[in-house]
């Protein structure tokens, strides 16, 4: 599974908030709470220990589906707390999110009673939990769903949904890196080299910091061309606009297009004078659109 929108449902002190929030947090996502969405007559029906009934919630999937639905217009990354008991609730919500992801938290109902007599602050009373209980449809093949004991640890929830949802970032992913170098011939040749991604959160693995001595933007206009010659000092390109060639002295070429990068450290050889004929590379815009690089 992999989502921009990702809903944990489940009763009452499930642990909705608490693993929603470390979740969106490990994701880089925008958290949302259901709660915060209820109209001020549902909490205090539920404060005073009533249980809601289908038409005290639907304004609240209405208004919570208009959400996710502004989510996916921006592009952003979503994860809600809701509780989302029944399947036509849930449906609801994918009025907003079509290909949202479901993950139950669901646990004993001794364990939930336990954990919502030691809350505070909370409108939702611990008498709720028997209606919610029997409420409560679990989500079926068909939902996109994942569920969950809260018997474990927050973390480890967290790491087994990241885990579902991206299992190609639980090995080490590599990043090819184009090598223009000096043979020992002393002629420009190609040569490609894997770095792991080793670094960084799963969702966005980062390889080992590499020293940079600044960045140059360059631009070339339609129809450059250079002559041969050998990089000054070894530097990353990336292409940013338009499209770059660049040809060895055995004849062979290779073209780069935007998102392209390749690393340039084809030096003259030390004590040798520099001959137009035997040593360095070429470079040159290809299209009619300028080349920009960095």
Not at 24 to 35: M, P, Q, V
Not at 62 to 86: I, N
Not at 193 to 212: D, F, N, V
């Amino acid at each position: 599974m992999s989502a921009s929108t990702i809903v944990l449902m489940g009763v009452a002190g499930c642990g909705k908030t608490v693993v929603g929030t470390r979740l969106a947090r490990e994701l880089a996502a925008t958290f949302l709470d259901g709660d915060d969405f209820h109209p001020p007559a549902n909490v205090q029906r539920m404060a005073a220990g009533i249980a809601l009934t289908d038409a005290d919630r639907a304004g609240w999937l209405d208004a919570l589906a208009e959400r996710l639905a502004l989510g996916r217009t921006r592009g952003e990354r979503v994860v809600l707390a809701c509780s989302a008991l029944k399947r036509g609730y849930r449906d609801a919500l994918r009025r907003g999110a079509p290909d949202l992801t479901l993950v139950h938290l669901a646990g004993s109902p001794a364990l939930l009673a336990e954990r919502l007599a030691s809350r505070q602050g909370h409108y939702m009373p611990a008498s709720l939990l028997p209606s919610q209980l029997a409420t409560l449809e679990p989500p079926q093949p068909d939902e996109n769903a994942l569920t969950l004991d809260i018997a474990a640890a927050p973390e480890r929830l967290v790491r087994a949904i990241t885990n579902t949802l991206e299992p190609a970032m639980d090995t080490a992913p590599a990043f090819t890196q184009v090598i223009l170098e000096t043979g020992p011939d002393g002629r420009a040749r190609w040569r490609e080299q894997t770095i792991a991604l080793s670094e960084g959160k799963p969702m966005a693995r980062l390889s080992p910091l590499m020293p940079s001595g600044g960045c140059q933007l360059r631009e070339s206009p339609v129809g450059f061309r250079s002559p041969f010659h050998c990089t000054e000092t070894p530097q990353w390109v990336f292409i940013l606009k338009g499209t770059m060639e660049i040809g060895l002295q055995d004849g062979t070429s290779r073209v780069f297009r935007p998102g392209a990068h390749f690393y340039s450290t084809d030096q003259l050889p030390a004590g040798a004078a520099f001959d137009a004929q035997v040593h360095g590379h070429w470079s040159r815009q290809v299209g009619d659109e300028p080349l920009a690089t960095l």
